[in-house]
């Protein structure tokens, strides 16, 4: 089971965004990546391709490791460990670490 999924929200608890708080856009999970909308920026030189184009520098949301995230209890809105938890009719459920509520 994964401990982060598309539209969590998590927070970053290492690197130069440590701190700060945003939702998944996207997950690479066998490089065990993932892109958070409004952390990780880099600039992007974009040259010109076609004519009447023009050249600009972009800032771009990059992936970073999943490791650096945790995600956040929607319930006790605090960052958590996920547990799970396998229900009566054998389906596996995530559950917060520090309040056992469900994800």
Do not use: W
């Amino acid at each position: 089971m994964e401990r982060i999924k598309k539209n969590d929200t998590v927070s970053v608890i290492l690197g130069k965004d440590k701190g700060k708080s945003g939702k998944v856009i996207e997950i690479l999970s066998k490089k065990g990546k993932v892109m958070v909308k409004g952390i990780a920026f880099v600039t992007k030189h974009m040259k010109a391709r076609k004519q009447g184009e023009t050249s600009s520098i972009k800032k771009l949301e990059s992936y970073i490791d999943v490791s650096n995230v945790m995600p956040i209890c929607s319930s006790c809105k605090k960052p958590t460990r996920i547990g799970s938890k396998v229900l009566d009719s054998g389906k596996r459920m995530r559950i917060c670490k520090r309040c056992n509520e469900s994800f």
